[in-house]
């Protein structure tokens, strides 16, 4: 989401942008998510380039190439070296971490666990339904339901999660198409295996450290691998609410 977030303000001519990530990004859908710059250096979506950047400096380099910049700084610390126009909380933690109104004149919360007014200047839902993509200026999103949307009609049974805690190690990558009862890898000890028939759209990076239930995977049983390598609907809605609160203040 945040990845899709990046690229649509940027798309909108919106290139001052940097994204602050973990040491040891989470991300499952990774041909798409710009977090894969803090491992390789660069990663392109969708024909828009992200480089890692470790200073003001460089994330001033890294504009003046054109590029987002994507910088390791879990806690927020370069917001005082920019003092930015707009922050956007994608993190989905389904709670506030700590994002407040204080961090910039515009900012806006994914999700639940932000009260608008209170916490954010704005949410947005991204609940999928009707309400998808609404811009709240007074209150919050939807309790997270827990249940991943459906595709073909799979929800849960498309997701995969880690069966343990311990290190993951994959045995497919990202693309492949996979059979029911396929292994996928193994967490410690414990084998991941392909609950469905499809597309491994998603899959946490090798030797990530995970815990017990976390989303380590995604199959989509459309079978269409083209689909990995572009930003889902929901990301494109969410998206595109971002960019109009944007507006709504700074246009």
Known sequence: MASAVAWRIYMARIRRIVMLETPSPLAVRRTVSFCEAVHGGRQTVEGVSANRAGSPDEVQAC????????????????????????????????????????????????????VAGQDVHMVIETNRGHHLG??????????????????????????????????????????????????????????????????????????????????IGDIDPRGDARFCHTISDKARAISGSVLEAILRVYN
């Open 63 to 114: 504009w003046q190439k054109g590029h987002v910049a994507v910088c390791i700084d879990p806690h927020w610390t370069l917001l005082a070296a920019f003092r930015p126009d707009v922050v956007v909380d994608a993190i989905l933690a389904k709670k506030n971490l700590g994002t407040g109104m204080h961090e910039a004149p515009l900012v806006i919360g994914l999700g639940p666990g932000f």
């Open 134 to 215: 609404r811009i709240i200026t007074d209150g919050c999103a939807e309790p997270n339901t827990g249940t991943p949307g459906a595709i073909n009609g799979y929800t849960e049974q498309r997701v995969l999660r880690a069966p343990c805690d311990g290190e993951f190690k994959a045995e497919c990558s990202i693309g492949d198409h996979i059979k029911k009862g396929d292994r996928i890898g193994t967490v410690a000890s414990e084998m991941v295996q392909a609950p469905i028939e499809g597309v491994l759209r998603g899959l946490i990076r090798s030797a990530t450290l995970v815990q017990t239930g976390l989303k």
